[in-house]
């Protein structure tokens, strides 16, 4: 099938982290190599010269950026469990929730744990708007992809086992069990999956990382 | 049972005519309604809660939101109607989702310049964006359009560009057929397929929209 590498970070994005989940979920060998992003490696800036960032999946020797591109990739070139909905429109209900988790929900959670004042009232404003979204969307859901994980499960990574741990490390609370009950029932779900958990990075080591910050 | 189809739009937009580019290059019979974006309609709310913004399609009342999701969709759904838009291969169907988000940020992050007035903030966009039609230029390269010999994904996001050029042109007083002559030509190529002109906005329709809005903005 050719030869698949992974340019990684350290370990703690979750964008990578998207990645290896879709790679595992096909069954997928490749070869994991770490990029320093202070010292950028000359395959990154090959594969990836229009934004230098990671995650880059190269696949026969050919490089493929952003971490849902990515993973519609791996859908579409690997056999195994489906990532995507086969049906058209599923496919479309997917492909707008991954957009939302990361154009409104992943900014502003972040933004809300790790700004002060004026900027942190008005981004945990705008978490609690975009995470009812998401609240409504699982409800009734053991996954947002039904019954087995999909596409938006794989980009909500960040809210379901991220999110939880910055709120900890800088104490703000976003994603309560009290505010959103589905929501925190599904990260309960996702993470503590025997799959998934096998794949999300090591807790004390994000806690460190970001008590480092 | 026939298909039902509307598509909530906004005349001028650009992504909203990446909707009606797809859906006529398709085939497709559908309700075209224009949204007063100062008083939208209770469709677009509902179909679209999270945004509240155009395009919206609905099929069969089922709603589809946001422009590249909308021409993946229809793409999909009329899948025996040619032209096939995405790439069936699937890394070149990743390099023109790749390419069409990118340059969407890009000209979204640089664009607004000709809101600006004459200064420095504008010669700063004006810039930015100069940058970008140099980078698409030189994607384009020798090929007949993006998607290399056919009219694809990566054109009908693309093209939807072309009749807001008159007014960049107008803002900055500068030519895109004179220092980009491979995009120009490529725009006159797109502007032959009939389904494609018949679906962009009229260039002099889209200036007079935005000098109107821009006359609004400054309070005239």
Same mark, same amino acid.
């Given at each position: 099938?050719?030869?698949?590498?992974?340019?990684?970070?350290?370990?703690?994005?979750?964008?990578?982290?998207?990645?290896?989940?879709?790679?595992?979920?096909?069954?997928?060998?490749?070869?994991? !190599?770490?990029?320093?992003?202070?010292?950028?490696?000359?395959?990154?800036? &090959?594969?990836?010269?229009?934004?230098?960032?990671?995650?880059?999946?190269?696949?026969?020797?050919?490089?493929?950026?952003?971490?849902?591109?990515?993973?519609?990739?791996?859908?579409?070139?690997?056999?195994?469990?489906?990532?995507?909905?086969?049906?058209?429109? &599923?496919? %479309?209900?997917?492909?707008?929730? %991954?957009?939302? !988790?990361?154009?409104?929900?992943?900014?502003?959670?972040?933004? %809300?744990?790790?700004?002060?004042?004026?900027? &942190?009232?008005?981004?945990?404003?705008?978490?609690?708007?975009?995470?009812?979204?998401?609240?409504?969307?699982?409800?009734?859901?053991?996954?947002?992809?039904?019954?087995?994980?999909?596409?938006?499960? !794989? %980009?909500?990574?960040?809210?379901?086992?991220?999110?939880? !741990?910055?709120?900890?490390?800088?104490?703000? &609370?976003?994603?309560?069990?009290?505010?959103?009950?589905?929501?925190?029932?599904?990260?309960?779900?996702?993470?503590?999956?025997?799959?998934?958990?096998?794949?999300?990075?090591?807790?004390?080591?994000?806690?460190?990382?970001?008590?480092?910050? | 049972?026939?298909?039902?189809?509307?598509?909530?739009?906004?005349? =001028?937009?650009?992504?909203?005519?990446?909707?009606?580019?797809?859906?006529?290059?398709?085939?497709?019979?559908?309700?075209?309604?224009?949204?007063?974006?100062?008083?939208?309609?209770?469709?677009?709310?509902?179909?679209? =809660?999270?945004?509240?913004?155009?395009?919206?399609?609905?099929?069969?009342?089922?709603?589809?939101?946001?422009?590249?999701? /909308?021409?993946?969709? /229809?793409?999909?759904?009329?899948?025996?109607?040619? =032209?096939?838009?995405?790439?069936?291969?699937?890394?070149?169907?990743?390099?023109?989702?790749?390419?069409?988000?990118?340059?969407?940020?890009?000209?979204?992050?640089?664009?607004?310049? /000709?809101?600006?007035?004459?200064?420095?903030?504008?010669?700063?966009?004006?810039? +930015?964006?100069?940058?970008?039609?140099?980078?698409?230029?030189?994607?384009?390269?020798?090929?007949?359009?993006?998607?290399?010999?056919?009219?694809?994904?990566?054109?009908?996001?693309?093209?939807?560009?072309?009749?807001?050029?008159?007014?960049?042109?107008?803002?900055?007083?500068?030519?895109?057929?004179?220092?980009?002559?491979?995009?120009?030509?490529?725009?006159?190529?797109?502007?032959?397929?009939?389904?494609?002109?018949?679906?962009?906005?009229?260039?002099?329709?889209?200036?007079?929209?935005?000098?109107?809005?821009?006359?609004?903005?400054? +309070?005239?």
């Amino acid at each position: 099938m050719g030869e698949v590498k992974l340019l990684g970070g350290l370990g703690f994005s979750p964008y990578v982290n998207r990645v290896e989940m879709a790679l595992k979920l096909k069954g997928v060998e490749y070869e994991a !190599i770490a990029e320093d992003l202070k010292n950028k490696s000359p395959l990154l800036l &090959q594969y990836n010269p229009v934004h230098k960032k990671v995650p880059v999946l190269i696949h026969d020797g050919k490089g493929i950026a952003e971490s849902l591109i990515i993973v519609e990739y791996i859908d579409q070139v690997w056999e195994g469990p489906s990532i995507l909905p086969k049906d058209p429109y &599923q496919r %479309a209900m997917a492909r707008f929730w %991954a957009k939302f !988790i990361d154009e409104k929900c992943i900014s502003a959670t972040w933004k %809300a744990c790790w700004s002060t004042g004026e900027e &942190q009232a008005k981004s945990k404003d705008e978490s609690v708007e975009a995470l009812k979204f998401l609240e409504d969307e699982i409800k009734g859901k053991k996954f947002f992809g039904g019954d087995n994980i999909g596409l938006v499960d !794989i %980009a909500a990574n960040f809210i379901g086992y991220w999110l939880p !741990i910055i709120s900890e490390v800088k104490g703000v &609370q976003l994603l309560t069990e009290e505010d959103f009950p589905n929501l925190w029932r599904w990260a309960n779900e996702y993470c503590s999956d025997n799959f998934v958990k096998e794949i999300l990075p090591n807790k004390e080591a994000l806690v460190a990382r970001f008590k480092s910050r | 049972m026939a298909d039902k189809v509307i598509l909530l739009d906004f005349y =001028p937009s650009m992504f909203g005519m990446r909707a009606r580019v797809a859906l006529a290059v398709k085939g497709v019979d559908y309700e075209h309604r224009e949204e007063d974006l100062q008083n939208k309609s209770q469709l677009l709310l509902e179909s679209n =809660p999270v945004y509240k913004e155009i395009p919206v399609l609905v099929h069969n009342n089922n709603p589809v939101c946001g422009s590249f999701i /909308i021409v993946q969709y /229809i793409d999909e759904v009329w899948k025996d109607q040619s =032209p096939t838009l995405l790439p069936c291969d699937p890394y070149q169907r990743a390099q023109a989702r790749f390419l069409a988000d990118y340059i969407d940020k890009k000209v979204m992050e640089t664009g607004n310049w /000709i809101w600006s007035e004459e200064g420095q903030e504008k010669e700063a966009g004006k810039k +930015g964006f100069v940058e970008i039609l140099k980078q698409m230029e030189s994607e384009l390269g020798d090929k007949p359009f993006f998607g290399g010999n056919a009219f694809g994904f990566l054109d009908v996001a693309l093209v939807t560009y072309s009749p807001w050029f008159q007014t960049y042109e107008t803002c900055g007083s500068f030519s895109i057929e004179q220092n980009y002559p491979k995009l120009s030509s490529w725009v006159k190529r797109c502007l032959e397929i009939e389904s494609v002109s018949k679906s962009l906005a009229d260039p002099d329709n889209v200036y007079n929209f935005y000098s109107t809005l821009k006359k609004k903005k400054r +309070g005239l």
